[in-house]
């Protein structure tokens, strides 16, 4: 059984999500958000959150919502 992305047990406990979320309206925070602009992938949104805990969860709730909202 593949253990996910990278093929480590550290990959479980991640979730990334791409969002459509103009990263230029949000203030990047080190291993939690990151602007995708010109990196290529194969993204829904130029947003990158990777969450990987409840706090996390709680901190990217209203991204995830101004995406959805935008739609």
Same mark, same amino acid.
Request: without cysteine; glycine residues 12%; aromatic residues 4%.
């Given at each position: &059984? *593949? +253990? *996910? +992305?990278? $093929?480590?047990?550290? !990959?479980?406990?991640?979730?990334?999500?791409?969002?459509?979320?103009? @990263?230029?309206?949000?203030?990047?925070? /080190?291993?939690?958000?990151?602007? &995708?602009? *010109? #990196? $290529?992938?194969? $993204? %829904? *949104?130029?947003? /990158?959150?990777? #969450? %990987?805990?409840?706090?996390?969860? /709680?901190?990217?709730? @209203?991204? #995830? +919502? +101004? !995406?959805? /909202?935008?739609?």
């Amino acid at each position: &059984m *593949g +253990r *996910g +992305r990278g $093929g480590s047990a550290a !990959a479980l406990h991640r979730l990334p999500a791409d969002l459509k979320v103009d @990263p230029d309206t949000v203030e990047l925070e /080190e291993r939690f958000s990151r602007d &995708m602009h *010109g #990196i $290529g992938h194969l $993204g %829904t *949104g130029n947003l /990158e959150v990777r #969450i %990987t805990s409840a706090a996390d969860f /709680e901190k990217a709730s @209203p991204l #995830i +919502r +101004r !995406a959805f /909202e935008a739609a």
